[in-house]
């Protein structure tokens, strides 16, 4: 339980937070996020709004809060000054000061260089927007009258923001709704009739890419471009500094690197080394971007190497998921290796570190180790001679020595300020066979000792991690250089946090476990099991992956709203429109002969045209068709544009019907039924359109299906900073409707078959269905329904 004065606390930030204009559920996952609370107090502070601010201002704080550069850090006071003065005061400009701090990091900088980067005094007139508008509308004049009040406004607003990035959005807005009002007039009922294909503009906002500088960073257009080719790995890149004063700078001499290129034929070479002890998540999606991207754009290869020193963890379920997703996320291995492959080879290259006086057998506890190294003192066996550490480890090897009396420990820098060069331990003994290597070995190598050895082994030419290895850079290039070994170039980047989810392989094997979840593949999980069968494609994975970009910025949650936006993209090109209903409310039509049944024509795509039948499919329209419980009120009201009683409605692809009566249970306030009349001549132009379902012949029930509704599984943005993640878990991430209504086009729907449900979003047949019945797993809303929802 929370102690008195750090509930006052959070009191006193959630208020200083509302203060500046956050809104209430803003501010309260903020305070849940101890990270980005102390980022936000610190900018608030820099700003000196304690007292409060105007919201345009409060909320480009939090931005810098929640996104800006770690590397620059030091000018982060220059950019709230201007962000107070309102010298700053649009999301473009400040997501134009974030790109120019990330370029320039911690170095000085010219104040003119960056007012011009950001757009800092640069106005606009509305007279100078409306001609870019009146240009933009007669370079899109045909598309626009064909198209009509169902063009893409996103579009044009795009094109305006590229001649004017620091334009006024709602200046630009109204002159670009004026100029359609005038060009096309008032609004018609054929244009009131076809529902928009998709409405882009909010996620455009997500992915847009601000103009930071004149010329966009090559980066932008080749995110690998950042990477040296293997013939620069001479440079030093890379210093490490030893207690005694002395410096290792890190690069290959002439000949190991002239030695690798002969070897390599110059070709980049990556790995992609998974542990085999869980399912892939959406952050190895990140990490096989780049490690095979890379190799691809370089006309290289990468190797999927599993990383298989803990014979405990490893399992051949994980080893073959492993290999299989990889693939279905479109990368081709150079080679498949496992680690236990070079066993022999890293055992060989630990007696030549002994030999060498760079390792000595130890035989402290883990809690002697641990309490050691907190207090930087060297184990009693450090110094022991070499011949009886070379003795001692060749006992481990023969199995002599029992588990947990023994291990081999680097002899680094115990006085280091890096942790990692404490002696990290090289050997440990475990008697478990290998799931690869049998019962040959018991003794196993670390990560630690066993990855950069791998790496040079295997001429890797770029080795790519994440940056909570950052600190383990030394002890890589420390192990190399004690054995003489060729060196890889060493890069870190920044992890892919996402929200409303967990992560960890920990926190994941708990989920799975402990069953809060339906296995690795649950839909609801950010595994790229769950994400394929929750109908996400490889394509909207990577493409999200490279719209965030390769930095080395580890201080922002990508919000899951930025995912969804790719995968929309890319399932509204892909799947087909059909209809179904998931609370069926039955509708009798009275003024149609009960048995009569009319087919007509229903479009799979929204751009279809009547004369291509490809393009369409047959839906049946009977005089019981079944519309959504919620697109039916008893009283009627302004904004409503559903059915109500004496009301008209449009059904989608059909004929308009008007609700003449209405059946009500003995409670005289449960719906039961509709009676209505149709419109067979279509003379009625109501504004409400509907999706529907009909009885395909006379007393014969519509398709039954069953609909998975999944939603975010937690519901707070970022439950791992929670001390109770599990009770923060979404009671409402699976809903499960086991009788919807659907259309005869969907009777012979297979496994992985795309579509979209007219007004509901789209969906995927799951694994779980059967002949009987159909199993459909909502992949994602139309819309984003986030901050509507406000869950």
Sequence with gaps: MPGKDETSDKEKNLELFLSIGLDERTAKNTIANNKVTANLLAVIHEAAVTDGCNRTVGNLLYTVATKYPANALVHRPKLVEYIVSSKIKTSAQLEAAFSFFSTTGPENFKLNEFEEACGVGVEVSAEEIEQTVKKVFEENKEVILEQRYRTNVGDLFAHVRKKHPWADPKIVKQLIDAKLFELLGERTAADNEKVPKKKKEKPAKVEEKPVATPEQPPEDINPFVIFPQPEENFKVHTEVFYSDGSILRCCNKKELLEKHLKLTGGKVLTRFPPEPNGYLHIGHAKAMFIDFGLAKDRGGGCYLRYDDTNPQAEKKEYIDHIEEIVKWMGWEPFKITYTSDY?????????????????????????????????????????????????????????????????LRMKQDMQSDNFNMYDLIAYRIKFTPHPHAGDKWCIYPSYDYAHCIVDSLENVTHSLCTLEFETRRASYYWLLDSLGLYEPHVWEYSRLNISNTVMSKRKLN?????????????PRLMTLAGLRRRGVTSTAINSFVRGIGITRSDCSLIHVSRLEY??????????????????????????????????????????????????????????????????????????????????????????????????????????????????????????????????????????????????????????????????????????????????????????????????????????????????????????????????
């Design 343 to 407: 066993f022999q080879d890293l055992y060989d290259l630990a007696v030549e570190l002994i030999r060498r006086g760079h390792a000595y057998v130890d035989h402290q506890t883990p809690d002697e180790i641990k309490e050691y190294r907190e207090k930087k003192m060297n184990s009693p066996w450090r110094d022991r001679p070499i011949a009886e550490s070379l003795q001692l480890f060749e006992e481990m090897k023969q199995g002599i020595i029992e588990e947990g009396k023994a291990t």
């Design 566 to 791: 790719h995968i929309r993209e890319e399932l509204n090109k892909t799947a087909i429109r059909t209809m179904v209903v998931l609370h069926p409310l039955k509708v009798v039509i009275t003024n149609l002969e009960a048995g009569t049944v009319m087919d007509l024509d229903a479009r799979k795509w929204p751009d279809a045209q009547t004369d291509d039948a490809s393009a369409t499919y047959k839906v049946p329209f009977s005089n019981v068709v079944y519309i959504e419980h919620s697109d039916f009120r008893l009283k009627d009201s302004k904004d409503y544009y559903g059915l109500a009683p004496g009301k008209s409605v449009l059904l989608r692809y059909a004929f308009p019907i008007k609700c003449t009566d209405v059946i009500l249970a003995d409670d005289k306030e449960t719906v039961l039924e509709i009676r209505a009349e149709y419109d067979p001549d279509k003379k009625t132009k109501p504004k409400g359109v509907l999706h529907w379902v009909a009885e395909p012949s006379l007393g014969i029930d519509p398709l039954k299906v069953e609909v998975r509704l999944f939603d975010k599984l937690f519901l707070s943005e970022n439950p791992a900073e929670l001390d109770d993640w599990l009770a923060d878990l979404n009671p409402q991430s699976k809903v499960v409707i086991p009788n919807a209504c659907a259309v005869p086009l969907l009777r012979d729907a297979v496994l992985g078959d795309k579509f979209q449900f007219e007004r509901l979003g789209y969906f995927v047949v799951d694994k779980d269905s059967t002949p009987e019945k159909l199993v459909f797993n909502r992949t994602v809303t139309l819309r984003d329904s986030y901050n509507k929802s406000g869950k």
């Design 510 to 522: 708990r989920l799975v476990t402990e069953k809060w979840v339906d296995g690795w593949d649950d």
